[in-house]
């Protein structure tokens, strides 16, 4: 689905990722972890087109992205949740899932998938976005992207700041999507979040990967947890 090889990305002068690889695959949540600053954000930022990478190659679903600008990215079906969000503050909780929706093929994302899905979008419908707790914001900006029916979906860090009970919740939510056999690149530095639902887990430190690979394994290598995730 999602082939990222070699790439090197930089701001101005500054080398940030050093051949960074990754995959994911349908039905299935790839997590990029790693400490602040050890360039997760940037990898997200390159794959969607914010930042060109100026050597490396990334490919969805056998198509060359790394040329392309971010909406059209959008287009070939890779949902993007920003760690900001992005709700729109002066619409309401409609106006922001309905702003950029993409109909679908058969069981795509409607409005009323949506609210079915997470109905306390439904019950805050007419609220504005500043109204909003920074659950339902987390919410609405999940839900907004579904609506765009893609085939994969990225989130940045989607349980930063939120209440255990709301990171739950959310949790179910993703679990639902891999089920549904959408493809998930999550990244996180909420290792048990990350752990609980990922196929494969990918370290970064300084720009560079410094592991690969599923659950087990990471949880049982003590030199990556404590000397890349403090743990």
Known sequence: MLEVRDIHSYYDDSHILHGVSLSVEPGKVTSVLGRNGAGKTTTVLSIMGYLKPRQGSI????????????????????GFVPQERGVFPSLTVEENLTVAARPGKDGAWTLE?????FPRLYERRQNSGFQLSGGEQQMVAIARALMLNPTMIILDEPSE???PL???????????????GLGVLLIEQNLKFALALGDMHYVLSKGEVCFCGDSDSLRGNEAVLSTHLSV
């Open 161 to 163: 700041g939120l209440a």
């Open 113 to 117: 998938r949506v609210y079915e899905t």
């Open 166 to 180: 709301i990171v739950d919740e959310i949790g179910t939510i993703l679990q639902h999507l891999k089920d549904e």
């Open 59 to 78: 490919h969805y679903n056998n198509q060359r992205l790394d040329s392309l600008p971010s909406h059209r990215i959008s287009r070939m079906g890779v």
